[in-house]
């Protein structure tokens, strides 16, 4: 029997980031992709199914309003974690939840990005209870 893993897209400009990032998920049962370019990024949305889109607040090739307002066209909508290098604002959480984003979490605290993941692919993701 095949295992069901959970896919995880992270978009983000920073190697770095994505490997560490990549490494913690798959380490603890996800199955992710990564990529640099919020134009590619789509392109993978419009082909393949993930259940969590992880995306950096700063795309080097779109604005991530704009990145984010395509996304919510997609027929098929992931959960969206917005990630940024300083502690989010309310003004930030607001902003982001307003493109369609559950969370918005610092990409530097590896323990909080791998839990806002975590519980949107819970059966019952607290992403989906706040927002409803």
């Known amino acids: 029997m095949k295992e069901n893993k959970k ?6 400009n920073n ?18 992709r990564t990529t640099w370019s919020g134009f590619e990024a789509l392109d993978l949305l419009k082909t393949e199914d ?10 080097p090739d779109l604005y991530s309003s704009d990145f984010l307002s ?4 997609l ?3 992931p959960w969206v974690v917005v990630m940024q290098s300083s502690m989010p604002t309310n003004r930030d959480v607001h902003h982001y939840a307003s493109l369609g ?3 918005v979490v610092r990409k530097h605290q590896v323990g909080e990005v791998f839990n806002a993941v975590s519980s949107c692919c819970s059966e019952e993701p607290l992403a989906k209870i706040l927002i409803n």
């Open 15 to 32: 190697e770095n980031v994505l490997g560490t990032l990549q490494r913690v998920l798959e380490n603890t049962g996800f199955d992710t």
């Open 75 to 77: 027929p098929i909508q």
């Open 101 to 103: 984003a559950v969370t």
């Open 50 to 59: 993930f259940q969590v889109l992880l995306v950096d607040d700063y795309l």
């Open 70 to 73: 395509r996304v919510a066209s």
């Open 7 to 12: 896919r995880v897209l992270i978009v983000d």
